[in-house]
Antibody, heavy 124, light 110 residues
Framework: QVQLQESGPGLVKPSETLSLTCTVS????????????WGWIRQPPGKGLEWIGS???????YYNPSLKSRDTISVDTSKNQFFLRLNSVTAADTAVYYC??????????????WGHGTQVTVSS | QSVLTQPPSVSGAPGQRVTISCTGS?????????VHWYQHLPGRAPKLLIFGNTNRPSGVPDRFSGSKSGTSASLAITGLQAEDEADYFC??????????FGGGTKVTVL
């Protein structure tokens, strides 16, 4: 079963860049016949979940338009890791960030496996 | 503000049945996209509970069931147990290929 683990700094200063890593085990991100997309989701304190973006092994990438192109998802297949970079952060980006394995199909998509999440606080 | 609307909380006594609604619009749930449900315990990874409106992954008790009609979906928990106390989120998709979530519902077992 695919397992995911987020890592990164817990504190980021306003206007700086947030960088997170998701390490995947139990499955190769680069599998040619991969059925998975790989995504990032966050949950601000006291609020619901918000999808950030997802990508596939063939490098099709989709982002949440509400983040106004501040985010970038990349991958290092040699380490079986993928990354999130979020530029120009503000206090509104304070949240628990999750990475997850996603299945996309004709009628939508869903997340079959999630990491435990990592808390990121934006503060000076 | 979440795209999909859920009640903030529901409660029930052990053994009772509770339902959680998830209301979308014509550009997401009403456009024919499936609804999925997750159970989230504090400090733990969210767990897929229902996928494709009505399907349970292996290992999920049949006390959990999902349905969908029009622009809305529902999650029902029958025979409520203390271990079911958690947050529940619905999730769908919209015509811009974006994933959308509900705001979450806290289930309290009285």
């Amino acid at each position: 079963q695919v397992q995911l683990q987020e890592s990164g700094p817990g504190l980021v200063k306003p206007s700086e860049t947030l960088s997170l890593t998701c390490t995947v085990s139990g499955y190769s991100i680069n599998s040619v016949n991969s059925r998975y997309f790989w995504g990032w989701i966050r949950q601000p304190p006291g609020k619901g979940l918000e999808w950030i973006g997802s990508f596939s092994h063939s490098r099709n990438t989709y982002y949440n338009p509400s983040l106004k192109s501040r985010d970038t998802i990349s991958v290092d297949t040699s380490k079986n890791q993928f990354f999130l970079r979020l530029n120009s952060v503000t206090a509104a980006d304070t949240a628990v960030y999750y990475c997850a394995a996603e299945i996309r199909y004709g009628s939508g998509s869903y997340f079959v496996s999630w990491g435990h999440g990592t808390q990121v606080t934006v503060s000076s | 503000q979440s795209v999909l609307t859920q009640p903030p909380s529901v409660s029930g006594a052990p053994g009772q049945r509770v339902t959680i609604s998830c209301t979308g619009s014509s550009s997401d749930v009403g456009a024919g996209y499936d609804v999925h449900w997750y159970q989230h315990l504090p400090g733990r990874a969210p767990k897929l509970l229902i996928f494709g409106n009505t399907n349970r992954p292996s290992g999920v008790p049949d006390r959990f069931s999902g349905s969908k009609s029009g622009t809305s979906a529902s999650l029902a928990i029958t025979g409520l147990q203390a271990e079911d106390e958690a947050d529940y989120f619905c999730q769908s998709y919209d015509s811009s290929l974006s994933v959308v979530f509900g705001g979450g519902t806290k289930v309290t077992v009285l």
